[in-house]
């Protein structure tokens, strides 16, 4: 089941950083953290996964608050191409089974 | 293009009815995974394979089975079909088994119960 906490619904301007915040505040120490995305009923994209240190790569970066509660997904220029729901999603790293536990994702919205 | 081919897109049959959607992993991954996604559950996890094994389970009804050939594509077959079976159906494949790879889904199987 999953075990994180999103805000529903965002908006941002298109150029502008979009920031997209995640509560895991039941996080256990080796479990990782991931981002993906659902734009429009296409399949899920994966974005980004870290443990406790940021992480960043082409596409975006995480960051991790020190005790791991939290983490926060940046989009530094949000472009029309990146309204899609985001999904923060928990799971255990020593874990052989690949599950992945969806929950209901934010629902990002760039505008003009 | 996440590599991951999914056949067919789209599929309309009545209730009772029995179909099997296919997937072809990227090149080089050995597990395959199946999700449903309908508008009031989200998107579920149903089964997991690795190398032609069953690795993991989610919730996945008896009316529906899975296999992964030597190939490594895989088939999941949807039996005795009721109007709540229609959703969208996703396959995703990673290198390994284990969560500590980011899995790449394909563009679905949108399958519609008349």
């Known amino acids: 089941d999953a075990k994180t906490t999103q805000p529903p619904s965002m908006d941002c301007a298109e150029g502008r950083a979009a920031n997209l915040p995640c509560n895991h505040s039941?996080?256990?120490?080796?479990?990782?953290v991931y981002w993906y995305r659902q734009i429009h009923s296409q399949g899920p994209q994966y974005i980004i996964h870290?443990?406790?240190n940021n992480e960043t790569n082409e596409m975006a970066s995480l960051i991790i608050t020190e005790d791991r509660k939290s983490s926060t997904l940046i989009l530094p220029h949000a472009t029309l191409r990146d309204t899609a729901v985001y999904y923060c999603i928990v799971s255990d790293r020593g874990s052989t089974l690949g599950r992945l536990y969806f929950g209901r994702g934010t629902q990002l919205t760039v505008w003009p | 293009d996440s590599g991951v081919t999914q056949t067919p897109k789209h599929l309309i049959t009545a209730t009772g009815q029995r179909v099997t959607l296919r997937c072809s992993p990227r090149?080089?991954?050995?597990?395959v995974y199946w999700y449903q996604q309908s508008l009031d559950q989200g998107l579920q996890f149903l089964i997991q394979?690795?190398?032609?094994?069953?690795?993991a389970k989610g919730n996945i009804l008896e009316r529906f089975s899975a296999q992964q050939f030597p190939d490594l594509h895989s088939e999941l077959n949807l039996s005795s079909l009721e109007l709540g079976d229609s959703a969208l159906y996703f396959c995703?494949?990673?290198?390994?088994?284990?969560?500590?790879?980011?899995?790449?889904f394909g563009d679905g199987t949108r399958l519609s119960i008349l």
């Open positions: 394979y690795y190398n032609g094994e069953e690795r």
């Open positions: 039941t996080i256990s120490g080796n479990e990782y």
């Open positions: 090149s080089g991954d050995l597990s």
């Open positions: 995703a494949s990673s290198v390994g088994q284990g969560i500590n790879q980011p899995q790449h």
């Open positions: 870290g443990l406790k």
